[in-house]
């Protein structure tokens, strides 16, 4: 064991980890491509891109030479009073990637405190305009949103654990998705009597990424947005995971035609390297905390919001979307996986397979031991984490297709 991993492995505390049984973690010697090289030699092929961020594979020479140039010139300035131009650069290149009326970009370090802010703003728009008593935001079973207090009360109220946490958590309503007639009769049931209470409605559209990679039609966000038009409610896309070509189009919205009042992005933001989130809300919005008081003010600015490294990835990030072939380069993924995973709807236990964009999917009735399944994976020479009830490959969009190959047959062999 490596002496670093042995010392820290004493104080280190694991992301959504029971540290009484958690097996130790595979130790990192270096990346590159779609390659995670461990210390004693052996080399995996990542098929989730570091929980879906490195879009670009590791250690692309574009994003590294972005950064590290700004590291020279100027490593971070506080965003209050002071500016630096990768943020006003890359404000203005999320603004024209958007539909026009999403036009003001707030920044933050995670995607968590990108919701929060969303969430702030959609209340806050309301009360700066005198209106009171519309403070919930509506938010779906099999959600996922971050893991602060505040987004967490708007997640699965199981996932979110709202039960525990009881008077903890802010409480908003957690409804089904109106996916089929009995689902929208129910969603149009509860905008009916409760709409008066609420500030906005939130959904990570297409896909609910952490709650299983459940995908569902366009038509839910084309109902969504017209129930929010009827209502007057403020419409949330979180687009943590699905933005920056994931579901096929550069923003899964795009696939409905239909365009959200608030806009939420991290993971692919800065192409896996840095922490960064941006929300993005229209005109409207930020006109409602204009004012001559310093009252309406959006009370909110994390000490390392807008940090230059980060943005500097992030416009790199954005150039690399720009010259190379990278939605194409999703289609080819989405066919191949389509095409590579189809056999394991044969294999005994499996219920479902699914891909949407470079999400591919295999779906089990359970998965008893998910450490040994990880381990017989890793056997095979694959980084995949089985979790819940799935397997599901999430691939760097420059994967090639023999790496692409060899994780689908590693899923096809370790499920036989
Ligand atoms: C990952 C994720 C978040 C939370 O982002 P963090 O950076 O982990 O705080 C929120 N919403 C969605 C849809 C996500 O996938």
């Excluded at 505390?13 to 090289?37: C, D, E, F, K, N």
């Excluded at 092929?45 to 994003?63: F, K, L, R």
């Excluded at 972005?66 to 630096?84: D, K, N, T, W, Y």
């Excluded at 959200?260 to 409602?288: M, R, V």
Aim: hydrophobic share 50%.
């Amino acid at each position: 064991m490596s002496s670093w991993l042995e010392k820290g492995w004493r104080h280190v505390w694991l992301p959504y980890a029971q540290m009484q049984t958690a097996p130790l973690p595979l130790p990192v010697a270096r990346t590159g491509g779609s390659g995670i090289h461990l210390e004693d030699g052996r080399v995996l092929i990542d098929g989730i891109a570091s929980w879906w961020t490195a879009c670009h594979g590791y250690n692309h020479p574009h994003i590294a030479q972005a950064v590290s140039a700004q590291l020279a010139r100027v490593p971070h300035v506080m965003f209050g009073g002071l500016a630096h131009e990768q943020a006003y650069r890359l404000s203005t290149r999320l603004a024209a990637l958007l539909p026009a009326p999403l036009n003001r970009v707030f920044f933050t370090d995670s995607g968590s405190v990108a919701v929060e802010v969303a969430i702030k703003i959609a209340v806050q728009s309301r009360l700066n305009r005198g209106e009171r008593g519309r403070t919930k935001i509506l938010a779906f079973t099999g959600g996922y949103h971050g893991d602060t207090f505040g987004t967490m009360a708007i997640c699965d109220p199981e996932e979110g654990m709202h039960a525990m946490f009881t008077g903890l958590l802010p409480e908003h309503p957690v409804i089904p998705l109106p996916r089929d007639e009995a689902s929208t009769a129910a969603f149009d049931a509860f905008l009916e009597t409760n709409a008066n209470t609420l500030a906005g409605i939130i959904i990570e559209p297409l896909v609910q990424g952490a709650g299983g990679m459940v995908l569902h039609p366009p038509q839910v966000l084309r109902h969504l947005r017209r129930a929010a038009d009827a209502y007057g409610l403020t419409l949330i896309f979180d687009e943590i995971f699905t933005g920056f070509g994931r579901t096929g189009t550069m923003f899964a919205f795009e696939q409905a035609g239909v365009a959200p009042d608030i806009i939420t992005l991290s993971k692919a933001l800065t192409g896996g390297t840095l922490p960064l989130a941006a929300t993005i809300a229209t005109d409207a919005l930020f006109e409602a905390f204009l004012s001559e008081s310093p009252a309406t003010a959006l009370m909110h600015g994390p000490t390392y919001m807008a940090n230059a490294l980060g943005c500097a990835a992030a416009n790199a990030s954005l150039d690399l979307f720009e010259r190379e072939p990278r939605l194409a380069q999703v289609a080819a993924i989405s066919a191949q996986m389509a095409h590579e995973l189809a056999p394991c709807r044969a294999l005994p236990g499996v219920v479902d397979v699914r891909v949407l964009g470079a999400i591919g999917v295999v779906e089990l009735a359970e998965i008893a031991n998910p450490a040994a399944l990880r381990m017989a994976l890793v056997a095979q020479g694959v980084w995949i984490r089985p979790f819940r009830n799935i397997l599901y490959l999430t691939p760097a969009f420059t994967i090639s297709p023999d790496e692409l190959s060899h994780l689908c047959a590693a899923i096809f062999r370790v499920l036989s």
